[in-house]
C-alpha cells in the first residue's frame, strides 16, 4: 500500500475505528490499541481494495474482529474495573448524553450492533458479514437492543 493511500484512509477512518472499539469494549485505551493494529494491520497488508466502500468494509471487519478477540482474551476476564463510568464524549444536549450512557450500558452484542447500524449506517447484511452472524441474528439483536434501550430510557424518565 502506498503512503498517500494509507495517509487518506488513516485520516478518513481512524474516527470510525475508535468509535467501533470503544462501543465494543468500554475503555478508552483499548480503543486506542485496536485503531493502532486495524492501521498497522493496513500497513503490512498488501490486498488490492476494489472501493473506498470495500475498504471501510475492511477496517470495520478487523477492528470487530479485534474487539471480539480482546473480550475473549482471558487477561480481559482478570482485570478488575478501576471505574465503574466510561468517560462520556461531551454533548450539545442533555438527552444526547443520556442516551450514550444508556447504549453503553447494553451488553456488547446488542451495543456494538446499534451502533454499527445507527451511527456507521451499515445495513443488516453488511452487519452481518462483519460480526460472522446471520442476518437474521442481527435483526433480532436490533430488536431487542432497541427493546432494552427503551425500557431503559423509559425507567430513566419516570425516576425523575
Known amino acids: 500500500m502506498d503512503k498517500e493511500t494509507f495517509t487518506r484512509a488513516v485520516e478518513h477512518y481512524q474516527n470510525s475505528i475508535y468509535r467501533l472499539a470503544l462501543h465494543a469494549l468500554g475503555r478508552p485505551a483499548d480503543a486506542e490499541d485496536v485503531v493502532q493494529e486495524v492501521f498497522l494491520r493496513l500497513f503490512r497488508t498488501d490486498k488490492p481494495f476494489d472501493s473506498e466502500e470495500h475498504l471501510r468494509r475492511w477496517l470495520l471487519r478487523v477492528g470487530s474482529n479485534l474487539c471480539r478477540d480482546i473480550l ?32 453503553m450500558a ?55
Open 72 to 103: 475473549k482474551s482471558p487477561w480481559r476476564r482478570r482485570q478488575a474495573q478501576l471505574t465503574d463510568t466510561i468517560p462520556a464524549p461531551a454533548f450539545e444536549r442533555e438527552d444526547q448524553r443520556e442516551l450514550y450512557r444508556a447504549v
Open 106 to 160: 447494553l451488553e456488547e452484542k446488542y451495543r456494538s450492533v446499534l451502533y454499527l447500524f445507527y451511527y456507521e449506517d451499515l445495513p443488516v447484511r453488511e452487519i452481518a458479514a462483519l460480526l460472522s452472524l446471520g442476518e437474521s441474528a442481527v435483526t433480532t439483536r436490533l430488536s431487542r437492543g432497541r427493546a432494552k434501550l427503551k425500557a431503559a430510557l423509559k425507567e430513566g424518565w419516570q425516576d425523575e
